[in-house]
């Protein structure tokens, strides 16, 4: 385990014009789909891991994370999720890639209805209850509680830190996950997710 740091919390990440860039591209290419990839562990609408404009998104963000934390960092992987209406996170800390992770909102409807992300961790004596990734109803105790609108981007470390969403009331919430490792670190093989280059494609 890393030494831990506290979250941060970006209100603006992207120029607004990136982001209207970024969306609308999402919302084509996703409301073209032919099939869902369903994640079963969310049962998130849409899962994409490498998708090339959010690994370019990853690479061009690299200088303002290693300014927020203050590291050298390697990209590792981008995650793209569209949480629709029903979908969760459970309980999870995230595996070496996710040294560094930015939940970044991309766009949802309605916009202006935020949708948190928890981070805690295990507490039997917290009178809050929720689902671990093996579907146990658990307690936990909720250190940070973060409202995401379009925009918002959070800056954690994803292993050490339990994190969850609960169901999504949106018709859809747009998250992209750009993950990073400490090039000085224990995980920085973990460089571009150990594939050949950002972009590679390890699952078609
Ligand atoms: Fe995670």
Same mark, same amino acid.
């Given at each position: ?12 990440? &992207? ?11 999402? %919302? ?16 998130? +609408?849409?899962? *994409? ?5 959010? *690994? =370019?998104?990853? #690479? ?12 050298? &960092? ?7 999720? $569209?949480?629709?209406? /029903?979908? #969760? ?9 996710? *040294?560094?992770? $930015? =939940? &970044?909102?991309?766009?949802? !409807?309605? =916009? ?6 928890? %981070? /805690? @961790? ?10 671990? =990734?093996? /579907?146990?109803? @658990?307690?936990?105790? +909720? ?14 470390? /994803?292993?050490?830190?339990? !994190? ?14 750009? !993950?990073? $490792? ?10 571009? #997710?150990?594939?050949?280059? &950002? ?6």
């Amino acid at each position: 385990m890393g030494r831990i740091v506290q979250p941060i919390f970006i209100k603006e990440f &992207l120029p607004n014009q990136i982001l209207n860039l970024v969306y609308t591209y999402s %919302i084509i290419k996703f409301g073209n789909q032919k099939k869902f990839n369903i994640d079963t562990s969310t049962n998130s +609408i849409i899962w *994409e891991h490498g998708d090339y404009l959010m *690994e =370019a998104l990853m #690479d061009l963000s690299t200088p303002v994370i290693e300014q927020n934390v203050n590291k050298k &960092l390697f990209p590792t992987y981008s995650g793209f999720r $569209v949480y629709d209406k /029903g979908a #969760d996170l459970p309980t999870h800390i995230d595996r070496p890639s996710c *040294e560094y992770t $930015v =939940a &970044l909102c991309l766009g949802s !409807h309605p =916009a202006e209805q935020p949708y948190e992300i928890f %981070i /805690g @961790e295990k507490d039997d004596s917290s009178d809050y209850k929720y689902y671990s =990734a093996d /579907g146990d109803l @658990e307690r936990y105790k +909720i250190d940070y509680k973060f409202p995401m609108l379009p925009n918002n981007a959070i800056i954690f470390k /994803g292993m050490d830190k339990l !994190h969850w969403r609960e169901p999504c009331e949106h018709d859809h919430f747009i998250t992209v996950f750009l !993950h990073y $490792v400490d090039q000085d670190g224990e995980h920085k093989d973990f460089k571009y #997710d150990k594939r050949p280059a &950002l972009g590679f494609k390890r699952y078609e």
